[in-house]
């Protein structure tokens, strides 16, 4: 239906803003080189102000960079308006026009661009019966659920047929069950009309269940590209690893290196790690351990004393003092498990592949 989905490429883009406050320049984008492959779909996710969606509009045409070049497949695109850019836009507040209905919503880009009353007919049909509306033709946009006019909004976008999507955080004026259900659909229509589509957000679970590559921004730099796996498991550094999920952070220095493997002391005992990647003997080194990559046992890599212990129904959610680091435990189905009790002593125990060094 759709015509060839197109990659995006960004080198060197910067995009600098005056700062209201102190009147100083700023960059809200800093030299961000990103390559989206065709057909992914690919979220920004980041703190509030990140610049992820100055990124986003910089991609739509929006605003222009200060810096760098934007590509759409091979052409660069920085001096198109944003209608010659082949690229629709999915807003977070929906953007449709109150007075017509969904039908008329949907056709307006296609009656703009003059196709055949015939034409246009077909393809809205088409597209609406993807996004699940149809038999919802006549009605008026305020008729309609929060769910309903953002799939309008899809549909609008949709059907003029762009090689590119984009979406500025399009669920987050709905409630949170919703939300999950939407952003499903969201990626099974992506994927069926196998389209590129960049999406910002910040709720780390959207981008984790959306995304093939997620692109880590903070303070308009981009920190981290990847899978989600990657993300989780191979963190750049502690911005990412504390954004993504949740981490424990254990200082250390590394005292023993054989390939790939290694020893750490950490708090004067020994701690052996699977990979240790390019740090030397003598560098300082920080363990990136999930709680959930983490068991309490009588025996183990670090002694510690239990501060907190919490029956949470699917885990025991435990928090404990290891020398000076309150390190976070989740032990997943805990019904036959040893619980332990606040003052207890035991061990952090885990697996030597399962920790990251950063
Ligand atoms: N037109 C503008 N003039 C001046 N500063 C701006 C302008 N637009 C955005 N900014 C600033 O640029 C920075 C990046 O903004 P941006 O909207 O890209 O962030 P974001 O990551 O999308 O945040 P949020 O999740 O809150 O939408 C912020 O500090 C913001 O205040």
Redesign the pocket.
């Known amino acids: 239906m759709l015509k060839e989905s197109k990659g995006i490429r960004l080198e060197h883009i910067s995009?600098i803003?005056?700062?209201?406050k102190t009147g100083k320049d700023?960059k809200?984008?800093d030299d961000a080189n990103l390559v989206i492959e065709p057909g992914s779909f690919v979220t920004?996710l980041?703190?509030?102000?990140?610049?992820?969606?100055?990124?986003?509009?910089m991609i739509a045409g929006f605003?222009s960079p200060d810096e760098g070049e934007i590509y759409l497949g091979d052409q660069p695109i920085n001096e198109l308006t944003p209608n010659k850019r082949d690229t629709a836009m999915v807003f977070q507040s929906y953007a449709l026009f109150p007075h017509y209905n969904v039908f008329d919503n949907v056709a307006y880009g296609l009656k703009l661009r003059k196709l055949d009353k015939k034409v246009i007919h077909d393809k809205v049909m088409e597209i609406l019966d993807l996004v699940e509306l149809s038999g919802m033709e006549g009605r008026m946009t305020n008729q309609l659920s929060g769910g309903q006019q953002q799939r309008v909004a899809l549909a609008r976008a949709l059907v003029v047929e762009p090689s590119v999507l984009l979406f500025d955080?399009p669920l987050s004026n709905l409630d949170a069950k919703l939300r999950v259900s939407m952003r499903t659909e969201i990626r099974n229509i992506q994927q069926r009309v196998g389209i590129t589509a960049v999406y910002?957000t910040?709720d780390q679970s959207e981008a984790m269940a959306l995304s093939d590559q997620i692109i880590i921004?903070n303070k308009?730099v981009v920190s981290q590209i990847g899978t989600p796996q990657e993300i989780y498991y191979h963190p750049a550094d502690e911005f990412v690893a504390d954004f993504i999920g949740e981490a424990n952070f254990l200082r250390g220095r590394l005292v023993q290196k054989d390939g790939e493997k290694g020893v750490l002391s950490i708090d004067n005992h020994d701690v052996e790690v699977d990979d240790i990647g390019s740090f030397e003997v003598g560098s300082d080194c920080t363990v990136v351990l999930r709680p959930e990559a983490a068991v309490l046992a009588p025996e183990g890599q670090l002694p510690c004393k239990v501060v907190m212990s919490c029956f949470m129904g699917e885990y025991q959610n435990y928090h404990v003092m290891a020398g000076d680091t309150l390190v976070k435990i989740t032990d997943f189905n805990p019904k036959h498990k040893r619980i332990y009790r606040v003052g207890e002593e035991a061990f952090v125990r885990f697996d030597t592949c399962d920790v990251h060094i950063i």
């Open positions: 995009k803003y005056q700062d209201p700023f809200a984008v920004l980041g703190p509030s102000g990140c610049g992820k969606t100055t990124t986003l509009r605003e955080e910002v910040h921004m308009g």
